[in-house]
T-cell receptor, first 110, second 116 residues
Framework: AQRVTQPEKLLSVFKGAPVELKCNYS??????LFWYVQYSRQRLQLLLR??SRESIKGFTADLNKGETSFHLKKPFAQEEDSAMYYC????????????FGTGTKLQVIP | GAVVSQHPSWVICKSGTSVKIECRSL??????MFWYRQFPKQSLMLMAT?????????EQGVEKDKFLINHASLTLSTLTVTSAHPEDSSFYIC????????????FGPGTRLTVL
């Protein structure tokens, strides 16, 4: 069965510091990985997906199949990045089931 | 962008009553919708996959007779919590799958259910 692990419940960084939110997954097939973000009092929204290989709001994430990781990175944190971040794993070939990690709360200190 | 709404945003009910939650895709058609449950400070747990015109697919451990799902149109799915009890109190979130190109799940704002 698929599984997503986000080891940090809370990550506090100073404004301007680099950010890395960790995500590891377990899945026997070909994974589809996503990062979702939930700002305070807002709905969950897609931040990025590994197959798009794009950078959104300065965030990037590289799928490392050898380490089964999909860490989210940003070189310089901004206050508006403070939010809850969820890593998610979808089954290969479709999105009929998405398994979410437990989430990491990012707190950017001014 | 695609918008998904949920109604009501919050509801309080007495134990033993039933509560219906609606999930609508406002500007796109969704053949597939998902229902999640989120406990405080925990992740989203997939409850069931709702497919338009067919029976919902429930995840292991989710009682299909307690959480009735109806997906009667391409823009509406409903979740009915039957004979609700205090342990059913939770945050229920739906998402709708927008087809075409890269399939993307769009999430509703969630419904806070409190059962007294």
């Amino acid at each position: 069965a698929q599984r997503v692990t986000q080891p940090e419940k809370l990550l506090s960084v100073f404004k301007g510091a680099p950010v890395e939110l960790k995500c590891n997954y377990s899945y026997s097939g070909s994974p589809e990985l996503f990062w979702y973000v939930q700002y305070s009092r807002q709905r969950l929204q897609l931040l990025l997906r590994h197959i798009s290989r794009e950078s959104i709001k300065g965030f990037t994430a590289d799928l490392n199949k050898g380490e089964t990781s999909f860490h989210l990175k940003k070189p310089f944190a901004q206050e508006e990045d403070s939010a809850m971040y969820y890593c998610a794993l979808g089954l290969s070939g479709g999105y009929q089931k998405v398994t979410f990690g437990t989430g990491t709360k990012l707190q950017v200190i001014p | 962008g695609a918008v998904v709404s949920q109604h009501p945003s919050w509801v309080i009910c007495k134990s033993g009553t039933s509560v219906k939650i609606e999930c609508r895709s406002l500007d796109f058609q969704a053949t597939t919708m998902f229902w999640y449950r989120q406990f405080p400070k925990q992740s989203l747990m997939l409850m069931a996959t709702s497919n338009e015109g067919s029976k919902a697919t429930y995840e292991q451990g989710v009682e299909k007779d307690k959480f009735l799902i109806n997906h009667a149109s391409l823009t509406l799915s409903t979740l009915t919590v039957t004979s609700a009890h205090p342990e059913d109190s939770s945050f229920y979130i739906c998402s709708a799958l927008a087809s075409g190109g890269l399939d993307t799940q769009y999430f509703g704002p969630g419904t806070r259910l409190t059962v007294l």
